[in-house]
């Protein structure tokens, strides 16, 4: 299976200020159709996980602008450009691109 | 709007069976591929399941193949879990969700399964 690894697992964060998540799978993430199936996700607590990007840089219905995501082949990013307090929870990265679906340990970004 | 809602879960001893369902709704669930997903208390995501939009191909984690099976009637809107031989370690809150590849990812509110003596 391929095998995410996120980086940091626990970041502290002062309101207003960037914050920054990388994410590295064992393999590329590039599917033979060209696409890379890579993806981030929010679990605020007490929620269910809420997808914010997919394909590595494609914000879903609804995610505020200050979310964004980058990378490719092995080594992706999710960027935060100002943290809010409702940014507080557990974020997650995830390939489909190979089976089966596999998800990074999890970063837990919490408020100075 | 689309809605998942998971059902099902409970206190179960060791060796004992559950079954999860997860009623969807807002979406055209028949043409949707699905996946079952569980949190174990304090843990991170781990996929546990999947089942094609007609039901034709199922895969599972190896943690839980041969114990727990995948199925959905179409007619109902309905994905199931049927878990058996249950395992301390099968304790965790099981999530549905369409984990698309695109837009429209879906995923319900979650049911705790607990499996203690």
């Known amino acids: 299976d391929v095998v995410m690894t996120q980086s940091p697992l626990s970041l502290p964060v002062t309101l207003g200020q960037p914050a920054s998540i990388s994410c590295r799978s064992s393999?590329?993430?590039?599917?033979?159709?060209?696409?890379?199936?890579f993806h981030w996700f929010q679990q605020r607590p007490g929620q269910s996980p809420r997808r914010l990007i997919y394909?590595?840089?494609n914000r879903d219905s609804g995610v505020p602008g200050r979310f964004s995501g980058s990378g490719s082949g092995t080594d992706f990013t999710l960027k935060i450009s100002r943290v809010e307090a409702e940014d507080v929870g557990v974020y997650y990265c995830?390939?489909?691109?190979?089976?089966?679906?596999?998800f990074g340990q999890g970063t837990k970004v919490e408020i100075k | 709007q689309v809605q998942l809602v998971e059902s099902g879960g409970g206190v179960v001893q060791p060796g004992g069976s559950l079954r999860l369902s997860c009623a969807a709704s807002?979406?055209?669930?028949?043409?949707?591929?699905m996946h079952w997903v569980r949190q174990a208390p304090g843990k991170g995501l781990e996929w546990v399941a999947f089942?094609?939009?007609?039901?034709?191909?199922?895969d599972y984690a190896d943690s839980v193949r041969g114990r727990l099976t995948i199925s959905r009637d179409n007619s109902k809107n309905t994905l199931y879990l049927q878990m058996s031989s249950l395992r301390a370690e099968d304790t965790a809150v099981y999530f549905c969700?369409?984990?698309?590849?695109?837009?429209?990812?879906?995923w319900g509110q979650g049911t705790l399964v607990t499996v203690s003596s």
């Open positions: 969700s369409n984990l698309a590849v695109a837009p429209f990812d879906y």
């Open positions: 393999q590329s993430l590039v599917h033979s159709d060209g696409n890379t199936y």
């Open positions: 394909q590595v840089s």
């Open positions: 089942i094609r939009y007609d039901g034709s191909n199922k």
């Open positions: 995830m390939q489909g691109t190979h089976w089966p679906p596999t």
């Open positions: 807002g979406f055209t669930f028949s043409t949707c591929d």
